[in-house]
């Protein structure tokens, strides 16, 4: 079954807003979370990640809340661009394993 | 400097043939993954090689793929007797150590179809 789940997917949002996609998780083993950005014909990049001794992670316009509790986190590009436009993943690991579980993405459009 | 290579960038082949999709990591990463992406969906963890070994072959579908890395460098996914549920796009990733929190750089991808 899906480990991370991620919504929503798809989003569009005017220039200068706020962009906010979700993500949950059921395996309490989780312990890395890290959001990819993946452009047409492109492999994801690595945009932001977060472990969760700590509720919130800021780079730039990119913030990830995590809620430990809810088993829920999200991130939140600020003052979105068109160059934004992308499709993005949430993802886990595990410190024991290696390998990411992926959410289903989303893709994102900023409109001019 | 350079980031994480795949050839062939496309591949098309029919239903039965045989296919090799080959992987350049970045150099020093002893970590390697390969994941599979299907169209509207999140990668797919298929291998993982740390050093030569397969350390994590459990996402691997059925015995028909299989993955090497001989000299702990370059790595070449194998798939026999495709199938047309094979077409994706194949992911190379590779890592600094096979850490969770080590940055996983991936590579552009392998699109494969099987007609």
């Known amino acids: 079954q899906q480990q991370v789940k991620q919504s929503p997917q798809s989003l569009i949002v005017q220039k200068g807003g706020i962009s906010i996609i979700n993500c949950a998780y059921e395996?309490?083993?989780?312990?890395?979370f890290p959001w990819y950005q993946q452009f047409p014909g492109k492999g994801p990049a690595l945009l932001i990640a977060?472990?969760?001794?700590?509720s919130e992670k800021k780079e730039g316009r990119f913030t990830i809340s995590f809620n430990k509790s809810a088993k829920q986190f999200s991130l939140h590009i600020m003052d979105s661009q068109p160059g934004d436009s992308a499709t993005y993943f949430c993802?886990?690991?595990?410190?024991?394993?290696?390998?990411?579980?992926f959410g289903t993405g989303t893709s994102l459009t900023v409109i001019p | 400097g350079a980031g994480v290579s795949q050839t062939p960038s496309n591949k098309v082949t029919e239903k039965g043939k045989y296919v090799e999709l080959r992987c350049d990591p970045i150099?020093?990463?002893?970590?390697l993954y390969w994941y599979r992406q299907s169209l509207g969906q999140g990668p797919e963890f298929l291998i993982y090689?740390?050093?030569?070994?397969?350390?994590?072959d459990s996402g691997l579908p059925n015995d028909r793929f299989f993955a090497v890395r001989p000299e702990g460098s370059v790595s070449t996914l194998k798939i026999q007797r495709t199938e047309r549920g094979d077409s994706a796009v194949y992911l190379c990733?590779?890592?600094?150590?096979?850490?969770?929190?080590?940055?996983?750089?991936f590579g552009p991808g392998t699109r494969l179809t099987v007609l």
């Open positions: 395996n309490t083993a989780f312990d890395y």
């Open positions: 977060i472990r969760p001794d700590v």
């Open positions: 150099s020093g990463h002893t970590a």
């Open positions: 090689f740390q050093g030569t070994g397969a350390a994590d």
């Open positions: 990733a590779s890592s600094l150590r096979g850490k969770s929190y080590n940055e996983q750089f």
């Open positions: 993802a886990a690991s595990k410190d024991t394993g290696n390998q990411f579980y």
